[in-house]
Structures are given as structure tokens and as C-alpha cells.
């Protein structure tokens, strides 16, 4: 299902540049500790699925893991910098195609994109593959995503040109978060914590949703106004919450995988 990427010798870009070092091991760190919860949570898929970030100080590069390497086996040390023509300018190893195809293009178009997690996690892909919108306004959590989602219904195969990634990040606008009709789900953020927490909640939004819905039934939206009360609330202080919880998934895999931050 993946396809190895065979990009170009890579120019010097690093060697000379005034990147802050210890911002840059930070995000490595941060990043790697998302792709291993999200295997610890059953997010991920063979070593398919993507998560990558803008490398701080720079608006040209970009982290994401290596292909061939499940997301339990990602390290700080092992992630990749690309930039967007293709060129792996640090690491060892090549990105899987569609990776680049589709995170290269929406870091590059879409520049609040900082952090862009794309996954084929069960319960969102599931939800995904259904005639009409995705998410009911049914559940709590779900409205945290109230407004901040869309659908791109346009399902084209796999990325593995520049088209369909322009496509797909053209497809974004303002929305955080993207229901891939017959394919999955991406998340951006303008930080990993931010997209690490989108990631997680709507996952378990969608969880929750699918129970209800697998009683028969019928769902009990929220109405539209304490929906959007609600999501207000929520995101008051989403971003401070967005960064607790990337430290308490660190201090998890502190005691339980020390070898991420590698």
C-alpha cells in the first residue's frame, strides 16, 4: 500500500543555517512522542500514515518519518528533514511517496499548517466511509470540532503526484480538520500539541459517535446554538490543554518507552 519515494540528492541547506538547535530537537522530540502514542492507541497502520511539522525557523522544510519504519519505531533521531522539491536535507532514508505528496504540499499551501497528522485511524475513517456529514453534533467532545471541520468528498486514489496534493490542500481552507471521503482523516495545527490533541479527541469523538450508532437508535444532536456556545468554551483554553497533554503523553512514554526521544 505504500510507495518508496526516490527523491533528488540533497542540497546543503542545513549546514549554514541559523536554526535554533534546541527548537529543532524539541519538535523531533514532540513529534516522536505522537507517533508513539498514536501506535500505543491503535491510531496508526502498518507503516503507512503520516504525521510531519514544520521545522521551527524554517518555511521551507518540513519533519516526517521515514519510509519503511512503523510508528512504534520512530525516534527523534530517526525522522526526516525534506524540503518541498523532494530532497531529504537530514536523515537517513526517503519518505513514502504519498507522505510527500500530501504533507509537502499542504505545509506549502497552507501555511498555518505547522503541524499536518494524517492518519487511517479506525473510528474517523469508518465515519468517512458513510454517505453525508461525518460528525453528528451528538457528543460533547465532538464539539470541540464544531465549525472546524470539512469534507473533501472528491476521493482520487492515491497522492502520488503534485496535483492531487495541491488538490487536497487547496480542499483545506479554513478548516482544522479533514474527513477524507474513502480514505481517512487530516489534522492541521498550528503546533504539534494542537494537532496531537485534534487528533486524539476526534478519534475519540468518532468512537463514541459509532457506539451510539451501532444501538439503532436515533442520535440526539445538540442544537446548533449551545453546539457553538459549547466549541466556544472549549477552545478558550484549547491551546494550553493542547500543550498538557503533549507533556503528559511525554512523561508516559518517559517511564514506559524511553527510546523515543533518541
Not at 42 to 47: D, F, K, Q, S
Not at 88 to 97: D, H, L, S, T, Y
Request: aromatic share 8%; proline share 6%.
Amino acid at each position: 500500500m505504500a510507495h518508496s519515494l526516490a527523491p533528488p540528492a540533497a542540497p546543503a541547506i542545513l549546514r549554514n543555517s541559523n536554526l535554533d538547535a534546541a527548537a529543532v530537537q524539541q519538535a523531533r522530540i514532540d513529534l516522536a512522542a505522537c507517533f508513539r502514542m498514536a501506535a500505543k492507541l491503535g491510531l496508526h497502520e502498518g507503516i503507512c500514515n503520516h504525521l510531519s511539522a514544520m521545522v521551527p525557523g524554517r518555511d521551507d522544510l518540513f519533519l516526517v518519518n521515514p519510509y519503511g519504519w512503523g510508528f512504534a519505531e520512530v525516534t527523534a533521531s530517526r525522522l526526516l528533514v525534506c524540503d518541498f522539491h523532494g530532497h531529504v536535507v537530514a536523515g537517513e532514508g526517503v519518505p513514502e511517496a504519498t507522505a510527500f505528496y500530501i504533507h509537502a504540499r499542504v505545509h506549502k499551501n497552507v501555511p498555518r499548517a505547522r503541524a499536518c497528522f494524517h492518519t487511517h485511524m479506525p473510528n474517523a475513517t469508518a465515519l468517512a466511509m458513510l454517505e453525508g456529514p461525518p460528525l453528528v453534533w451528538a457528543g460533547q467532545t465532538a464539539l470541540k470540532f464544531y465549525g472546524r471541520t470539512m469534507v473533501d468528498e472528491e476521493y482520487a486514489g492515491l497522492a502520488l503526484d503534485e496535483v492531487e496534493g495541491d488538490r487536497i490542500a487547496a480542499s483545506i481552507g479554513d478548516a482544522d480538520i479533514v474527513f477524507m471521503k474513502n480514505h481517512g482523516i487530516m489534522v492541521v495545527g498550528p503546533t504539534i500539541a494542537e494537532a496531537w490533541d485534534d487528533l486524539y479527541y476526534l478519534e475519540r469523538a468518532c468512537e463514541a459517535q459509532r457506539l451510539a450508532m451501532s444501538t439503532g437508535r436515533t442520535l440526539k444532536p445538540v442544537p446548533p446554538a449551545m453546539a457553538e456556545k459549547t466549541y466556544l468554551q472549549m477552545r478558550e483554553g484549547d491551546r494550553e490543554s493542547a500543550r498538557l497533554h503533549l507533556e503528559s503523553i511525554k512523561r508516559i512514554l518517559a517511564q514506559e518507552a524511553p527510546g523515543f526521544a533518541d
